[in-house]
C-alpha cells in the first residue's frame, strides 16, 4: 500500500509515551513536502502527520511527579503531567478497596482515573480535588458497599473524611453505578456520593439502595465558601432511604438537569439552600415526602419537570419541620418553596401530578400542596409561578393546588408574586387555590 503524506512537522514514535513532535525549522516548514510511505513503521508515521494536519493534536507527555499531601488542598502540577489511572476490581472485597485507594493515592492532580467492573468496598471510595473518576458505562462498573461495612458514604470527597472547613477544588464523577446494599447494611444510613466540592459535575450515574441520601452535597461546619457552579446531570437515583437528591447546606448555583430521581424514602429532592440554582427537566415519582422542597429559594430556577407523585408516606410518620425538626401536621409539597428576600424566584412550566391507584385514608390534618410558596424568612420575597399544569382527577379538601402565604407573623416581610397561566384541575373537591391577604398579586407585562 502507498500512503500520501502532507506534513508540516516531523513525528518520531516514542517507546515509552506515545509520540513525540519535532517542530521543523521555519524554512523547512515553507517548503511541500510529499512523501510516498512504504513499510509499516513509515506508514505510522504519515497517518499521524495526516492527523496532525488534519488538526489532530498528538501531545507530550512528560515523567510525572510524584504525589504530595498538598494535592487535597490545591492543585501544583499542570494538566501536561496527567494520564489515565486504570483501577480493575476484582468483585472481591478483601482486594477491591485497596485497589481503589493506592490508584487515588497515587494519582496526580489532572489525572483521570478510570475503574472497571465490579468493585466490592469495605471502605470509602474517597475522591480527591482535580481529579476524574470515570467508569466504563453505569452498567460496566458498579461500586457496592460490601456486607456489615456500615459507611458513612459509599463515594465521598477528601475533604469530608479530612473534615475540612473549606470547600474542594473542582472534581467529576460519571459513567459508572453506586449500589449501597441497605440489605446487607440493615442498621445503615449509608449515602451514595457524598461531595464538598465547587465547579465539579455528576453525569451518567446510577446511585441506589442507599439506606440514606443518594446523592448529598454537604457544607462545612463552619464553612468556608458556598461550593457554588457545579452540575448534576443525566443519572437516575433510586430506591434510597433518605432524601434522592439532599443539599445539606449553603451550596449555592448548581444545576439540576434531566434526571430521574424515584422510590425515594424521603424526599426526591431537598434543598437546605437553592440560591442560584436551576432545576430543570427532571422526572420524579415514588416520593414519600416532597418532590421538590427548598428552604431558602433566591434566584432560583424550578422549570419543566414532571412530578408523577408525592406525599406517600402520608398515612405514616409525620414531617419534621426544617427548622427546628419538630413534628408537624402533614403536609406535603409537590414543589414547595421558603422564600429569601431580594432576587427573585421562577416556577414555570412543570407538570405536577398525584397518581394513585385505589383508596387511601388520611391522618387528619394532612395536606398536599401542589405547588407551594408559603413562607418569605426575611425582607421582600419575589417569585413568578406561570404556565405549570396541576392534576388529580380525584381531588378532596386536601388537594390544593396553589398555595401562597408569608408565613406566620408578617412583621418585616412581604411577598410579591407574579401568578398566571397555571392549568389547575384538582377535582370538584379540591381547592385550586389559596391566598393568604399577606400576599401582594402583581401583573405581568
Not at 278 to 286: A, K, S
Not at 340 to 355: D, E, H, L
Request: charged share 15%.
Amino acid at each position: 500500500s502507498v500512503y500520501l503524506s502532507l506534513s508540516a512537522v516531523v513525528i518520531r514514535p516514542s517507546h515509552e509515551r506515545g509520540l513525540q513532535r519535532i517542530p521543523v525549522p521555519f524554512t523547512e516548514r515553507m517548503k511541500p513536502r510529499v512523501t510516498l510511505c512504504r513499510g509499516a513503521t513509515a506508514r505510522s508515521r504519515c497517518m499521524v502527520g495526516l492527523l496532525m494536519c488534519a488538526g489532530v493534536v498528538v501531545p507530550t507527555v512528560p515523567s510525572r511527579p510524584s504525589p504530595g499531601s498538598d494535592d487535597l488542598a490545591s492543585p501544583r502540577a499542570s494538566t501536561s503531567s496527567a494520564h489515565v489511572v486504570h483501577v480493575y476490581c476484582q468483585g472481591n472485597p478483601s482486594i477491591d478497596s485497596t485497589l481503589l485507594t493506592n490508584a487515588t493515592e497515587n494519582s496526580v492532580v489532572g489525572d483521570l482515573i478510570s475503574i472497571h467492573g465490579r468493585c466490592i468496598v469495605t471502605a470509602p471510595v474517597v475522591l480527591l480535588a482535580g481529579r476524574g473518576y470515570t467508569g466504563d458505562s453505569r452498567s460496566g462498573t458498579v461500586i457496592v458497599q460490601g456486607n456489615n461495612s456500615n459507611l458513612n458514604a459509599v463515594v465521598v470527597s477528601a475533604q469530608i473524611v479530612a473534615n475540612t472547613t473549606w470547600t474542594g477544588n473542582p472534581t467529576s464523577i460519571a459513567r459508572l453505578s453506586i449500589d449501597g446494599n441497605a440489605a446487607g447494611n440493615p442498621t445503615s444510613s449509608t449515602i451514595g456520593l457524598e461531595l464538598r466540592s465547587w465547579f465539579s459535575s455528576v453525569d451518567d450515574m446510577y446511585i441506589s439502595n442507599c439506606g440514606g441520601d443518594g446523592l448529598r452535597l454537604s457544607s462545612a461546619t463552619p464553612r468556608h465558601g458556598d461550593g457554588p457552579n457545579g452540575r448534576i446531570t443525566n443519572s437516575w437515583i433510586a430506591n434510597n432511604g433518605g432524601h434522592g437528591v439532599h443539599v445539606d447546606g449553603a451550596t449555592t448555583d448548581w444545576n439540576l438537569v434531566n434526571n430521574w430521581v424515584s422510590d425515594s424514602g424521603r424526599s426526591a429532592i431537598y434543598l437546605g439552600s437553592s440560591a442560584g440554582w436551576q432545576v430543570t427537566g427532571n422526572h420524579l415519582y415514588g416520593t414519600m415526602e416532597h418532590a421538590i422542597f427548598s428552604e431558602a429559594c433566591w434566584a432560583t430556577t424550578i422549570t419543566n419537570n414532571y412530578i408523577e407523585d408525592f406525599g406517600r408516606s402520608s398515612n405514616n410518620a409525620p414531617r419534621r419541620d426544617p427548622n427546628n425538626n419538630t413534628a408537624v401536621d402533614d403536609e406535603f409539597y409537590g414543589i414547595g418553596c421558603m422564600v429569601n428576600g431580594g432576587a427573585g424566584s421562577v416556577i414555570a412550566n412543570n407538570k405536577v401530578f398525584r397518581f394513585e391507584t385505589g383508596g387511601r385514608e388520611y391522618k387528619e390534618g394532612v395536606q398536599f400542596v401542589y405547588i407551594g410558596v408559603d413562607h418569605v424568612r426575611y425582607g421582600t420575597g419575589q417569585v413568578s409561578v406561570v404556565g405549570n399544569v396541576i392534576q388529580h382527577d380525584n381531588g378532596t379538601a386536601v388537594d390544593i393546588g396553589l398555595s401562597y402565604s408569608v408565613g406566620p407573623g408578617t412583621a418585616g416581610r412581604s411577598l410579591e408574586l407574579l401568578s398566571a397561566n397555571n392549568n389547575v384541575q384538582i377535582g370538584p373537591g379540591g381547592l385550586p387555590r389559596v391566598l393568604d391577604k399577606s400576599v401582594t398579586l402583581v401583573a405581568g407585562l
